[in-house]
C-alpha cells in the first residue's frame, strides 16, 4: 500500500471493548472522505473519494450530495451486534443537512451498492459522523470498498463472517478517532487506544493528537498521512517544517534499518498540515502567556491588542463598554444602538500615524443595527467580512464624522470577534488584515474566537478586580475622615497609603476629635489582618474611639473601654490603638498606648527628634490588661507624629532600623506640615519590601498664648450674673471683639444663670479663649448634662440653651472630674 493511503484498520480490541477475529491479519484499506455542508453540498472530496466513487475532485466540490451519492441496497443483520444503529438504505442526504440529521442517530453505519462511472456497481461501507466543532453542522461520510477487504488492498481473506467481523470491528475502532470534542472524559484512554486504531502512528503523536483536541475544542481529524479532512486551512502566512516530524520520520526510518536519505519521498504536505495546526497552537498558548500578566486593566487592554499584531493581523482595534472602562458594573441585557464603546486600543503596522487622526483611542461612539459591529456585539459570535467592499466601506464610515476612513478599510479582510466573559459582552475587537493578504478564513474566525474568549476572561478578571479595588478604597476612604488643617492650637498633616498586597485595603486609621477646653484628641490605629472584613472592623472601633472622646473621657479609660468593646463584637477584633490629648492652654499631652509603636517628638528649640518612653500596653482585644497613660510637656512649635507600624516595619529587617530612620527624617526642616509628612514618607517607603497600608498623622503643636486666655471664678450668687456680663464685655473690648459684644453677654448671661441655680457648693468657672474663634466654658459642679428643650411661650425654662443653639456657631456639654462644662464658639469678625 502506497502512502497515499488514507488509513488502515487493524486486528485487535474495539471500541466497545468485544474481540474482534484473531486470525484477521492486518491490513490498510483505502478510504473514501467525504464532508457535507450545512446545505447538502459537497464542500470536501478526497484522493480515496476519487479513486473509489470515480468522480474527479473539481467535479465533486459544490455538487449535491445526493447526486453523487445515489445508495440502494441493504445493511447488516439487525443480529449484526455492530455498536451504532442500524438505518435503512442510505439514500443520500436530501435537500439539506438538517433533513439528514433528523432522520439519522449518528453516529451511524452502513452498507450500499453505488454505481461509479466506468466501472460494475460498487459494494461500499460507509460511515457517517457529525463534524463536533465550530460552525453550523457538517457530515463528515467515510466509504470503503467491500470486496477489497475480501479479496484486495486489505488482504483479508475468509468466509463472510470473518467479513461481517471486520465490518463490526471496523465500525467499533473508527469512532473514536471521530467523536472528539472538549468534554471527552477518557482523553487518556483515546490517547493509548489511537495507535490501535492507526497502526503508524506512535504513542506520542496518540498523545499529540488527543492534546489538541482538547487545546483546540472541535475535532483534529488525523486518519492519513497525506490526506485529512480541511479542519486547518491556510494560516495566511509561510509554515514552516517542524523539526518534531522530522525527528519522527528519521526515528521511523532509523527503526526499518532505512537511512533517512533512502526514506520514500513526501511531498511535505503532512509536515506543512500539523505545522498549521502546531502554529495555530503555539500561537494561542503563546498569545494566553502574553495577556494577562497583572490585574491592571488599561495594562490588560495593551497586552491584548499587541498580542495579535502582526502575526494573526495586521489591525486591531479593541473597544469596550463605558462601564468596563470605568471599572463600574452595567445594566444586564443585550446592547443596543444607545450602548456606548470606547476605542481603548489600536494597534497596527501600517506607518506610525497613519490611524491615530482617523480613529484616535479615547473616543466613545454607538453603532448603528447595520453594522458588522453591532451584529457580533448583540449576537456574540464573530462576524467574518472577506472583503470590506467599497458600500460597507462607506456605511462604516458614516460612523466617522469629518473623518474618511474609507481608504484604511476596504479592500482588506476583517474579522469582528466580541470580547465576552460569563456570557456578557464586554467589548469586541476589529482586525483587518492587508488586501494583499489571505483572507480571514473559517479557521481564522475559530482562532480569533478563541483568542477573544482568553482575552475577554482576562479583561473581566482586570475590570472586576478594578470594580472591587475601587469599592474598597471607596469604603476606607469614607471611614478615613477628613482632618481639617488646623485646630485650636496645633496644625495638622496626614498620609494614608494603601497596601502594596493584593486588595490593597487595611485596617489601619488616623482621626482627630475637638474636645472641651480647646483640647484636641489625635488618634492612630492599627486593626490586623487586611481586605474589607479589616477595613470594617477599623471603622467600627474608629467610631467607637470618637464616641468615646466626645465624653471627654481620660486616655487611659478610653482605651480600657474601647478594648472591652472589642472583646464583646468578638475573639477577631485585635488592633493597636495610640490615643493622644493636647491641650494648648497647660502646654502638654496626654498620652496612652495599646500596643502600638510609639510616637516621635520634634523639639521645635534645637531640632532634636526621641521615641516617647510610654507604657506599651497590650493590643485592643486582648482584655485582662491595665492601660496606663502619662503626660508630656511640649513647648509651641513641636512637632508630634504618630504613624502606624506599615511605614516602619518591612520584611526581614529589625524594626529598629525603620524607628531609627522615621526619628531622623521626622526631624528633617520642612517648609510646611505637607513637607513634613512627604518627608518622611520619601525616607521610608523607598526601601522596599512594604505590603502593609501606612497611616501617619503629624500635628505641630503651636499652643495657645496666655494673653489669649481669660479666667474668673463667680460665686453662687445670682448677682454674679451681672459681673459676669461685665467682665466679659471689658474682655472683649480689651481683645479688639467689641462686635462679638452683644451676643457674648447674652449667651454668657443664660449660661451662668444656670450654672447659679443647679451648683452645689463650688465656684462657678468663667473662662474666654482668643483663637482662630472665641471659645466660652462655664463650668459648674453639677454632674446633670442640660439638654435642649423646646420651649413654649407659658415655660418659664428651656429658653436658655435655645438662645445659645440659635446664636453660637458652635456650642455642647461634656462631664468632668468635678462636674460638668457647658460652652459654645463664636467666629472672629473678618478684619
Not at 277 to 284: A, D, K, P, Q, S
Not at 661 to 671: D, I, K, Y
Not at 744 to 762: I, K, Y
Request: aromatic fraction near 4%; glycine fraction near 10%; proline fraction near 7%.
Amino acid at each position: 500500500m502506497d502512502r497515499g493511503t488514507e488509513w488502515g484498520v487493524p486486528p485487535g480490541r474495539g471500541a466497545g471493548g468485544r474481540a474482534v477475529a484473531a486470525d484477521v491479519p492486518a491490513g490498510r484499506v483505502p478510504l473514501a472522505v467525504v464532508v457535507v455542508d450545512h446545505d447538502g453540498l459537497v464542500s470536501h472530496w478526497s484522493r480515496g473519494a476519487r479513486r473509489l466513487l470515480g468522480r474527479a475532485k473539481e467535479e465533486a466540490i459544490g455538487s449535491p450530495a445526493a447526486d453523487l451519492l445515489p445508495v440502494s441496497g441493504a445493511l447488516p443483520d439487525e443480529a449484526d451486534s455492530a455498536p451504532y444503529r442500524s438505518h435503512g438504505g442510505y439514500d443520500g442526504l436530501g435537500p439539506g443537512l438538517e433533513s439528514s440529521l433528523d432522520g439519522l442517530s449518528y453516529p451511524a453505519a452502513g452498507r450500499a451498492r453505488l454505481a461509479v462511472p466506468e466501472r460494475d456497481r460498487v459494494d461500499v461501507l460507509w460511515w457517517a459522523y457529525p463534524l463536533v466543532g465550530p460552525g453550523r453542522e457538517r457530515l463528515l461520510v467515510l466509504a470503503a470498498d467491500a470486496d477489497g477487504l475480501r479479496h484486495g488492498d486489505g488482504h483479508v481473506d475468509g468466509d463472510e463472517g470473518a467479513d461481517q467481523v471486520v465490518e463490526a470491528g471496523a465500525f467499533e475502532r473508527i469512532a473514536p478517532a471521530f467523536a472528539l470534542h472538549t468534554d471527552f472524559p477518557g482523553a487518556d484512554e483515546l490517547a493509548r487506544r489511537l495507535p490501535e486504531i492507526l497502526p503508524s502512528m506512535s504513542v506520542g503523536e496518540s498523545a499529540r493528537i488527543v492534546a489538541q483536541v482538547l487545546e483546540l475544542g472541535y475535532p483534529v481529524l488525523e486518519f492519513s498521512q497525506k490526506d485529512r479532512v480541511p479542519v486547518t486551512p491556510d494560516w495566511g502566512v509561510p509554515r514552516r517544517v517542524e523539526r518534531r516530524a522530522r525527528r519522527a520520520r528519521a526515528a521511523r526510518a532509523a527503526a526499518q534499518g532505512v537511512p533517512l536519505s533512502e526514506e520514500p519521498a513526501d511531498d511535505g504536505g503532512e509536515d506543512l498540515e500539523y505545522a498549521a495546526v502546531r502554529e495555530r497552537l503555539e500561537f494561542l498558548n503563546e498569545v494566553s502567556g502574553r495577556i494577562g500578566t497583572s490585574l491592571d486593566l488599561a495594562r490588560t487592554i495593551a497586552e491584548v491588542s499587541r498580542a495579535v499584531v502582526p502575526r494573526f493581523t495586521d489591525v486591531a482595534g479593541t473597544y469596550l463598554r463605558e462601564q468596563v472602562v470605568a471599572g463600574e458594573e452595567f445594566p444586564e441585557g443585550v446592547p443596543d444602538t444607545r450602548t456606548m464603546w470606547h476605542r481603548v486600543a489600536v494597534e497596527h503596522n501600517d506607518e506610525p500615524g497613519r490611524w491615530d487622526d482617523v480613529v484616535p483611542v479615547g473616543e466613545a461612539m454607538p453603532f448603528p443595527a447595520h453594522t458588522p459591529f453591532f451584529q457580533c456585539m448583540t449576537s456574540g459570535e464573530p462576524v467574518l467580512v472577506p472583503r470590506i467592499s467599497e458600500e460597507m466601506g462607506h456605511a462604516i464610515a458614516s460612523q466617522f464624522e469629518k473623518r474618511d476612513i474609507r481608504p484604511l478599510i476596504t479592500h482588506r479582510s476583517m474579522l469582528v470577534v466580541p470580547l465576552k466573559a460569563r456570557n456578557v459582552v464586554l467589548g469586541f475587537m476589529v482586525l483587518l488584515r492587508h488586501p494583499e493578504r489571505a483572507e480571514f478564513n473559517d479557521m481564522d474566525r475559530v482562532t480569533g474566537a478563541e483568542l477573544a474568549a482568553r482575552a475577554g476572561l482576562v479583561l473581566d478578571n482586570a475590570r472586576m478586580y478594578t470594580y472591587q479595588e475601587s469599592v474598597a478604597e471607596t469604603l476606607q476612604d469614607s471611614m478615613l475622615p477628613s482632618i481639617p488643617a488646623r485646630m485650636a492650637g496645633c496644625d495638622l498633616a496626614t498620609r494614608y497609603l494603601p497596601g502594596t498586597l493584593l486588595g490593597r485595603v487595611g485596617g489601619d486609621w488616623f482621626d482627630s476629635v475637638k474636645l472641651p477646653g480647646a483640647r484636641t484628641a489625635l488618634v492612630v490605629g492599627d486593626v490586623m489582618g487586611h481586605g474589607l472584613n479589616s477595613a470594617a472592623k477599623m471603622g467600627q472601633l474608629r467610631t467607637a474611639v470618637q464616641t468615646m472622646a466626645a465624653l471627654d473621657l481620660p486616655p487611659a479609660q478610653l482605651l480600657r473601654n474601647l478594648d472591652d468593646l472589642a472583646q464583646r463584637l468578638g475573639d477577631t477584633y485585635l488592633a493597636t490603638c495610640l490615643y493622644a490629648v493636647y491641650d494648648p492652654i497647660a502646654s502638654e499631652v496626654h498620652l496612652a498606648n495599646a500596643g502600638h509603636i510609639p510616637p516621635v517628638l520634634v523639639r521645635a528649640v534645637d531640632g532634636r527628634s526621641e521615641l516617647l518612653d510610654l507604657p506599651t500596653g497590650a493590643p485592643i482585644g486582648v482584655g485582662g490588661v491595665p492601660f496606663e497613660a502619662v503626660r508630656v510637656p511640649v513647648r509651641p512649635g513641636d512637632r508630634l507624629v504618630m504613624c502606624t507600624d506599615g511605614l516602619v516595619e518591612v520584611r526581614g529587617e529589625d524594626i529598629g532600623v525603620g524607628l531609627a530612620t522615621l526619628c531622623e527624617s521626622a526631624a528633617h526642616p520642612a517648609a510646611s506640615m505637607d513637607d513634613a509628612c512627604d518627608t518622611i514618607i520619601r525616607a521610608l517607603n523607598t526601601r522596599g519590601g512594604r505590603k502593609d497600608d501606612v497611616a501617619l498623622l503629624m500635628a505641630r503643636l503651636n499652643g495657645i498664648e496666655p494673653d489669649d486666655v481669660a479666667e474668673w471664678r463667680l460665686a453662687r450668687d445670682r448677682a454674679e450674673v451681672g459681673r459676669a456680663r461685665a467682665v466679659v464685655r471689658e474682655q472683649l473690648h480689651e481683645w479688639g471683639l467689641a462686635r462679638l459684644t452683644d451676643p457674648t453677654e447674652l449667651m454668657v448671661s443664660e449660661l451662668v444663670t444656670n450654672a447659679v441655680r443647679h451648683s452645689h457648693g463650688r465656684p462657678v468657672e468663667l473662662r474666654l479663649v482668643r483663637g482662630d474663634t472665641l471659645l466660652c466654658e462655664v463650668e459648674d459642679d453639677d454632674h446633670d448634662l442640660p439638654t435642649l428643650l423646646s420651649a413654649g411661650p407659658p415655660d418659664e425654662s428651656g429658653r436658655g440653651l435655645r438662645v445659645v443653639s440659635t446664636l453660637a456657631r458652635e456650642w455642647g456639654t461634656s462631664r468632668t472630674n468635678t462636674g460638668k462644662t457647658v460652652w459654645f464658639e463664636l467666629a472672629l469678625p473678618r478684619r
